[in-house]
């Protein structure tokens, strides 16, 4: 395993921009895409964004080639929907849910956890579950009497403070009428200077009274350093003259408020979230990041989406799988019930992913051997022939050279996986049963041949819009998923 958490060691220092730069089919147009997608859905430009983070995340969200949503949305508010039924499950087991309640510390005195809570009495504690933003996490451990604080006990958890988070300002954007021509689907709008996201909840949240005959859209600005004013309103109604540039098809009004226009004020909101900090996968965070639980402090649990977890990336289900591997941790202290399990997650492994690597890379060097043919045209029409012919067809005759070794790498990779029972390089090898790794392989190379025709069949079928303005550059693009 070795060279395995080598590999990953690196990784987790290298960004995802660079990280694409390094190979030899990617274009900068694919860095830009890259880009734009991790900017209006994180908040955090590629050249900051951990590859290591951002490759765990892909390959739980890479259902290729079964048919399944990207993304599920809620078909109503998360209050009545998830967290109102959560809290009648829990009020029906016994549990007590205090809300407004100000905690300043969690110590652990006796080898037991304290908490204390701003105006009352101590409560009497056996666990202690710590699921709160890094930054709020920084400050509870550190404050208390010195020897019984969290941070004494694990020092390490001081490079919280490292951790950072980005807000994203949301208007809630009610309309007095339906608007043509809103897709349903989430919507990024390509080069807009503070990153503008939109949704339609009304096409979504169906049982609403609120949304009847009207459009509502939660609209996002992933780049809030983009709105120059230091006041709330006048930020919100920058957003929604903006997204007006991109669909003039009501009126915005003058100003915040303005009766003359088709937003419904009295429905619609500013949300600064402040205080509702989205965490930012940065390169290097994750030496910084706490487990689920510590030997040294066991009375003590930690959950979020900033902590370690299979899918590494700030997203809901990170959050949920940090929950459940508290949950577990706490049970092997205490079990009490039956025993908290976590259902494995449908990945494809490493041997399959090699396999789609040999059987796509022929067409990815294809890809950039006819980018470079394309943007040389510019030049060609400028007359300069330098950039237009010697440099384009200098890259364009390294790249069999380049493919070539590039896919004996992978090749080798390949059947080094295949060899160790699809455990990746490093790993024990299996002298037992070669005639099942010889198995393994003729069933591997039938897959990723069908998977390359699946591709193929799905990119035939599909033909770039045409008509009504529609071409490569339109500005509005669709995209994964809005963060509130």
């Known amino acids: 395993m070795a060279s395995i958490t080598t590999f990953i060691h ?42 290591a983070s951002y490759k765990d995340f892909v390959k739980h969200t890479f259902g290729f080639p079964r048919a399944t949503p990207f993304a599920w949305m809620l078909k109503g508010r ?3 929907k998830i967290i109102g039924p959560l809290q009648q499950k829990l009020e029906a087991l016994g549990c007590t849910i205090r809300t407004g309640t100000k905690v300043k510390a969690v110590q652990v005195k006796d080898g ?63 309309f007095k009428r339906k608007l043509p021509g809103i897709p349903k689907e989430h919507v990024g709008l390509a080069w807009s200077d503070s990153d503008l996201t939109f949704l339609d909840i009304s096409q979504l949240w169906t049982g609403d009274s609120n949304m009847r005959d009207r459009t509502a859209l939660v609209l996002a600005a ?22 007006h540039d991109y669909l003039p098809v009501f009126e915005p009004g003058d100003h915040w408020g303005d009766p003359d226009s088709d937003i419904c004020w009295k429905k619609t909101r500013f949300l600064p979230n402040n205080m509702n900090k989205l ?26 989406d900033f902590c370690r977890t299979d899918v590494d990336m700030a997203t809901v289900e990170a959050a949920v799988q940090s929950g459940l591997q508290a949950a577990q941790a706490l049970w092997n202290r205490e ?7 976590i259902a494995e997650p449908e990945v494809h492994s490493q041997t399959t992913f090699l396999a789609m690597k040999l059987a796509l890379i022929p067409f990815a ?12 045209v510019p030049d060609l029409e400028k007359g300069d022939l330098p950039r237009g012919v010697i440099s384009p067809a200098a890259n364009m005759l390294l790249l069999p050279l380049t493919y070539t070794v590039d896919w004996l790498e992978t090749a080798y990779a390949f059947w080094k996986s295949v060899l160790y029972d699809g455990k990746g390089p490093g790993g024990p090898a299996s002298t037992t049963e070669p005639e099942a790794s010889s198995a393994s392989l003729a069933a591997l190379g039938a897959k990723a041949l069908s998977v390359a025709g699946d591709f193929l069949k799905n990119v035939t079928s599909h033909q770039l819009p045409t008509g009504d303005g529609a071409t490569s550059k339109d500005k509005a693009l669709r995209r994964w998923r809005v963060k509130r």
């Open 10 to 51: 690196v990784l987790s220092r290298l960004s995802v921009n660079g990280f694409l730069h390094s190979r030899p089919y990617a274009t900068e147009r694919c860095a830009e895409l890259h880009d734009f997608m991790l900017m209006v859905i994180w908040s955090i430009h590629g050249n900051l964004t951990s590859a």
């Open 78 to 80: 998360l209050q009545e």
């Open 112 to 174: 037991k956890p304290e908490i204390d809570v701003e105006g009352e009495e101590r409560p009497q504690v056996d666990y202690v579950v710590l699921a709160v933003p890094a930054h709020a996490l920084a400050n509870l451990i550190e404050h208390g009497e010195k020897g019984t604080r969290i941070i004494d006990r694990l020092p390490q958890l001081s490079e919280l403070r490292r951790l950072r988070g980005e807000r994203i300002a949301v208007v809630d954007l009610y």
């Open 222 to 243: 992933s780049d809030l350093f983009a709105l120059p004013s230091e006041e709330p309103l006048e930020d919100g109604y920058m957003m929604i003259q903006k997204l």
């Open 279 to 304: 965490f930012i996968n940065e390169v290097g965070s994750w030496g910084w990041r706490p487990e689920a639980s510590y030997e040294a402090l066991p009375n003590v649990f930690f959950a979020g």
């Open 335 to 341: 079990p009490l019930g039956k025993p908290v399990t």
């Open 365 to 376: 060097y294809w890809a950039k051997w006819w980018s470079i043919a394309f943007d040389a």
